[in-house]
């Protein structure tokens, strides 16, 4: 099976099979809950037209092959095999009619992806911007071991609207004037973007963040010093493009990305364009991010085999 092939077959077809179906349905896109996140509100939109998904929440969209490499966990070649094999076990799939975007795996799809997906669904809309004061926002923080006085310096509180229901989110702001919105409930962002502190003139140091957790992770272990290098907080790894130009002037780009996979891969991308990468998750090999890492939460081994649950050791 060819990359076209695999993405001519229907995402409502492959949802379906998982037994996942639109909230709502206008014929020719559906509103479906994020199966990425706990999602009351529908807000991932699949084009049945274009065979193009795009999570509103998340920030993240695109073909079939996308879906099923986000859904299982997969490389993009492991994730072509799979619906190859899927397919040629099941009765019928639908295929959706080729066209350019679907087989398209260009730098500009994703630009062009939310501009044709967002036509009829808007995304996250910020009502109001406040001091951090909810008590559920402070506990959350608690939770992921950082320090009231530590978020309140660096975040706010956001009201925002999603499909008309109101809610509030941790709101930490990016270069474009949107936020990063993060809750016991949900990980989203009103627009997505690069925050930066930069200091133009100074080639040095800048310390690369793939979250804001982990950057006010950084911060309660520096025991709230004040960073006098740059830093850039990604928001997601889909951003390191729109920062190449810039990371490329420092002398050294200590990196703080996630241990996975894809955290890897952008550490190799940097070192082919940066003079010095210091990457930093050999500290916390064990942990899945700098914030596991200061709560103390190791990532959990998954293994092939599945034994039963014999129930709890004493």
């Known amino acids: 099976m060819t990359y076209k092939e695999a993405n001519r077959i229907s995402i409502k077809d492959y949802l379906q099979s998982l037994n996942i179906h639109p909230a709502k349905d206008r014929n020719y896109y559906g509103m ?11 807000s991932m939109k699949v084009d049945y037209n274009k065979n193009l998904w795009i999570d509103y929440g998340g920030g993240e969209g695109g073909t079939m092959i996308d879906l099923v490499m986000k859904m299982e966990n997969c490389n993009f070649q492991e994730a072509i ?16 009619q080729p066209n350019m975007q679907t087989d398209s795996f260009s730098a500009q799809r994703s630009k062009q992806l939310y501009a044709d997906l967002t036509e009829t669904e808007p995304a996250i809309s910020i009502q109001k911007v406040m001091l951090l004061t909810n008590p559920a926002l402070l506990t959350y923080l608690r939770e992921r071991c950082i320090p009231v006085d530590i ?14 229901r109101l809610y509030y989110a941790i709101g930490f702001s990016n270069d474009s004037g949107g936020y990063e919105l993060r809750s016991k409930y949900f990980k989203g962002c009103s627009n997505k973007d690069v ?3 930069t200091d133009v003139g100074k080639p040095g ?5 793939e979250g804001f957790m982990d950057y006010l992770s950084f911060l309660t272990m520096e025991q709230g010093k004040q960073v006098s290098e740059d830093v850039i907080v990604l928001n997601s790894l889909t951003n390191l493009s729109k920062v190449k130009n810039t990371l490329v002037r420092y002398r050294n780009v200590t990196a703080f990305l996630d241990n996975d996979e894809a955290g890897q891969m952008a550490v190799c991308e940097l070192k082919s364009i940066c003079r010095q990468v210091n990457d930093q998750s050999s500290v916390y090999s064990d942990f899945k991010d700098l914030n596991d890492y200061l709560c103390g939460k190791k990532k959990v081994v998954e293994h092939p085999v599945k034994k039963k649950n014999r129930g709890l050791k004493l």
């Open 32 to 42: 479906y809950r994020s199966p990425f996140r706990e999602d009351h509100d529908a």
């Open 81 to 96: 095999a799979r619906l190859e094999h899927r397919y040629n076990r099941s009765e019928v799939w639908t295929y959706v």
């Open 151 to 164: 978020a309140k310096e660096h975040c706010m509180e956001v009201d925002y609207k999603v499909n008309d």
């Open 195 to 197: 925050s930066s502190k």
């Open 205 to 209: 140091n800048c310390y690369l963040f």
